[in-house]
């Protein structure tokens, strides 16, 4: 792989790029990498890592005497009759 020397990186700049990959949890050169493929359109497809967010509206919205009668509803499921597997 190449690499490219960038030169006249002053000091404003380089607190920009450290502290935008910070926010991103990944290296200064990860993240002028990422940087550059999206400015060219040169962006990867992320197939293996997309967000499904089309159940959010459900997540947390049950009180807890619903979750309790849920929990009593399922119970039974837990319950391995013995004989019915010799």
Request: hydrophobic letters at 40%.
């Amino acid at each position: 792989m190449k690499a490219i020397t960038v030169r006249g990186v002053d000091n404003q700049l380089e607190k920009k790029l450290k502290g935008a990959a910070r926010e991103e949890s990944v290296s200064v050169n990860q993240f002028i990498l990422k940087s550059l493929r999206q400015v060219l359109g040169l962006e990867k497809d992320r197939i293996h890592t997309k967000e499904f967010n089309d159940l959010d509206f459900i997540f947390g919205v049950w009180s807890e005497e619903e979750f309790e009668l849920f929990e009593k509803s399922q119970k039974d499921f837990g319950i391995i009759e013995s004989g019915l597997w010799k």
